[in-house]
């Protein structure tokens, strides 16, 4: 059964951060992640980050220019301009999509070496950002293991990061709009972060803490808003963190929520991959946009 929450004391999440950084690549995903970002934070300014890597332009584009040059110099030469335009063609393109879903929208054009996940989140630490919004193409099982720049952005983020995967059903992108959020919460610090930081960025949505059943609380649990605290029941292994996933999956998708908010323990990305915690379980298969909330000053690089 439902039970009201009134306000907490816990700390609040850092309003001065307004600023929303999301990935783009041209890719549907990064189309929908732009999409979902702005129904979810309407009217922040925005950046769009197009980040272009070795060997810094298309295959179709370095062989047109293969052509063109004389010599190896000419040909490294041709290939950094013309890549870089080429970025920054992608960029606009991301502009374009985000000012049409009325973000006040700029490019940011940065030239990367490999680790686009870890370059995003290394962008993300400019002091105005307050998320970070990436797509996904919903990898799950072996291949989500391997890694993605969505794993790599949540792991290394020193703030929120939204995971939009792709594709979503137009219920769900309606729900992104005007739908409460559920908040995972088992009494921990990092689930109580996640409580403050999703009643500061979504100040008009509602929120429910959702608690898996047989998860131990260290303590109350306190909404720093009026909302809703709820217990899911985990089917077949109930500790399981794909169970515990599955069940904040199935209320969201009964109460029409906008999204998934989890706090994350910080442990490192290989680790955390392979213990396979609740907060990669619901970013791997809820199915649904996610968003996750790290541990304040973490190490990135652990």
Known sequence: MDAAVTAGDAVTFDDRRDALLVGFDGSPSAAGAIDIASRLLPGRPTRIAHLWAPPFSSPELRAALRRRASTLDELMDLVEQEGRAEAEQTASAGVALAQAAELQAQPVVHRSYGG???????????????????????????????????????????????????????????????????????????AQRALTTAASLFKERRLIAATAGDVAHTGEIELPVKGDAVTVEPEGVFTSARAIAAALARLAAERGAALIVVGSRGRSAHREILLGSVAMAVLHHAGMPVMVVPRPQRLMLR
């Open 116 to 190: 686009v996940g870890l370059e995003l989140a290394r962008l993300a630490e400019q002091p105005d950002v307050a998320v970070l919004a990436v797509g996904s193409r919903g990898l799950t099982g072996v291949r989500a293991v391997l890694g993605s720049v969505s794993d790599a952005a949540v792991h290394y983020s020193s703030v929120p990061v939204l995971v939009v995967p792709h594709p979503l059903l137009s219920a769900q992108r309606g729900a992104a709009a005007t739908g409460p959020v559920v908040v995972g919460v088992d009494g921990s610090d990092c």
